[in-house]
């Protein structure tokens, strides 16, 4: 089965859980790809059938760069369909934020709102992503089993 991972990240927290995610799948037998979502249209999201999204939110509640256009897309995606589509989302944050992890709570959200598949509940972290994480991926893997 497919999993692709898709991270988005301003100082590299994200893209290494992404990057483990597929290490571990990929040790169960999933077929699994890392993507930088700076690569990833919503259109090309659309097309995909599993997905886990890893996420941090930066300056005041914002995307981090390299998401920022495909967060900017999914806003209003309504052109698109994602029926076909599973996903998961772990969201990186810091709680004395007032926006606290809003970049991976908006992905979750819409892409539910048009049509997608959540398979897990929203997983959010504070500074203890690295805690959080192989609870995490091993739900996933149970889910997608
Ligand atoms: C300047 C700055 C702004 C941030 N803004 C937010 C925020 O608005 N909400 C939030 O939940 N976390 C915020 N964070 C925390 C980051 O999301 C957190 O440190 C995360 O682990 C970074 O992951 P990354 O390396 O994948 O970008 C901010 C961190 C910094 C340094």
Redesign the pocket.
């Known amino acids: 089965m497919e999993i692709k991972v898709l991270?988005?990240?301003?100082?590299?927290?994200?893209?290494s859980l992404a990057k483990e995610a597929k290490v571990k799948l990929t040790a169960s037998g999933f077929d699994t790809e890392v993507l930088d979502m700076k690569d990833v249209s919503a259109k090309k999201l659309s097309g995909f059938k599993n997905v886990l999204i890893i996420?941090?939110?930066?300056?005041?509640?914002?995307p981090?760069d390299n998401a920022e256009n495909l967060y900017n897309e999914l806003k209003d995606a309504s052109g698109l369909d994602f029926s076909n589509l599973n996903y998961a989302v772990l969201a990186?944050?810091?709680?004395f934020?007032?926006?606290?992890?809003?970049t991976g709570k908006d992905f979750d959200e819409w892409l539910e709102k048009y049509g997608a598949k959540r398979i897990l509940p929203i997983q959010l972290s504070d500074?203890d992503?690295n805690d959080i994480f192989p609870e995490w991926i091993q739900k996933v893997q149970k889910t997608f089993n």
């Open positions: 991270y988005g990240t301003e100082t590299g927290n994200s893209e996420t941090s939110t930066w300056g005041d509640g914002e981090p990186l944050g810091q709680s934020y007032e926006h606290f992890c809003k500074d992503f």
